[in-house]
C-alpha cells in the first residue's frame, strides 16, 4: 500500500485532501545533486546503469517533496532499441546521425524484443521501487510515435519539424509503416514498465500541437489511441500532447484517465473540451518558475483556483527550465500543498 497515492486517486477520479503535485523533468540540470552525477557520467550511461537512473529518480522526491516519482529515462531510448544510433551532444541536444529518410532506411529499423533491448529499464524501475518504499507512486512513459517519428526523421530538434512533416507528407505510407512500428514497441515496452513496477503511465507528445488537428489524428493519435487501449486497463494513463488543445475531446475520448494541458489555454475551456470524466493536469508555465517567489505563490493559487476542487494534478505545462532555483521549485510545490479550496 502506498503512503502517499494521492496521484493515483486523482486519476482515477477519487477525492482527494488536497491537489498532487509533481512536475515533468523534475529530475534534470536544476538540480545541483543531478548536475554532480552528469560531470561523471555520460547521459545514456546515467539512463542504461540502474543505480544511477534510481538515485536520479529519487532526488525530486528527497529535494523538492513531489507527490510523484517520474522513471530516469528518455523518450529516445525507444529508436535506440529500434537499431538507430542516438547521441545526446552538450548545448545541441539529441542527434541522430543516420535518420530515417526513404523506405530503404526501414531495413535498419526493427521492433525489438524489449528485454532484450530496454532490459535496464525495467531493472531500474525495480530497484527504483524497492527505494522508494511505497512512499510515493512512480511514473513510468515512452515518447508519442509521433514525436518519436519526428526524432527519427529529422535527426535532430527542431523548431518546425519540417523534414519529419515532409516525409510524412510525401511518403505517407512509409510513415505509417515507421509509426505502427514504434507503436508495437512502445506497447510492449510500456507492458514492460507496468509489470516491473510502475504505477501509471504518461504517453509524451511533446510535437502534437505541430500538426493541424486532422494531421493529428492521422499522424498523432490514432498511434496514441492503440497505445492507451493496450496499457489502459492495466494502469491510469496520462497523455500530454503539448499545444493540441484542439483535440482534447478525442483525447478524452480513447479512455486515458489523465490529459496534461499547457498554459495557452485557459483551465475552464480546457474542461469544457475534455469533459468531466477525466482528470487534467498542469499547466503552469515553466518560466514562470523564475519570477519571485511570492508571484509564484500567487500564480499557483490562481491556478488552483481555476481548476477547481477535485480531477486536477498540479505541473508545469511543460518540462522545468535547467535556469530555475531549486528554491523556487520547491516554492511551487509547497505552494500547491498549502492550498485550500474554499
Ligand atoms: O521527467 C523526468 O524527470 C524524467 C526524465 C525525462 C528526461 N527526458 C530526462 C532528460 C523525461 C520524461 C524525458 C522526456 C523527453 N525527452 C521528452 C518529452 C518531454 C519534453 O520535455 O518535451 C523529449 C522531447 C525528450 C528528448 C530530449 N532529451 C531532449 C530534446 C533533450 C535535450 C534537451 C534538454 O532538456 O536537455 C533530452 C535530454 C534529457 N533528457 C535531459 C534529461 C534530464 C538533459 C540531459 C543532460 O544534459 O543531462
Partial sequence: MLQNDLLLRALRGEQTERTPVWMMRQAGRYLPEYMVLREKY???????????ACEITLQPVDIVGVDAAILFSDILVVPQAMGLEVQLIESKGPVLPDPIKTIKDLDRVRVPDVHETLGYVFDAIKLIKKELNDRVPLIGFAGAPWTLLCYMVQGKGSKTFDEAK?????????????????????????????????????IFDSWGGLLSPHDFENLSLKYIRQIVHAVKDEVPTIIFAKGAWHSLDSMAATGAHGLGIDWCIKPELARQFAGNNITLQGNFDPAKLLAPIPVIQQEVKNMLTAFGPGRHIANLGHGILPNVPVDHA???????KEFKHR
Fill in 166 to 202: 515532409a516525409f510524412c507528407y510525401t511518403q505517407p505510407e512509409t510513415a505509417h509503416r515507421l509509426l505502427q512500428m514504434i507503436t508495437d514497441t512502445t506497447i510492449a515496452y510500456l507492458k514492460a514498465q507496468v509489470k516491473a513496477g510502475a504505477d501509471t503511465v504518461q
Fill in 42 to 52: 555520460g547521459f545514456f550511461e546515467r539512463c542504461q546503469t540502474p543505480e544511477l
Fill in 330 to 336: 520547491r516554492a511551487f510545490v509547497d505552494a500547491v
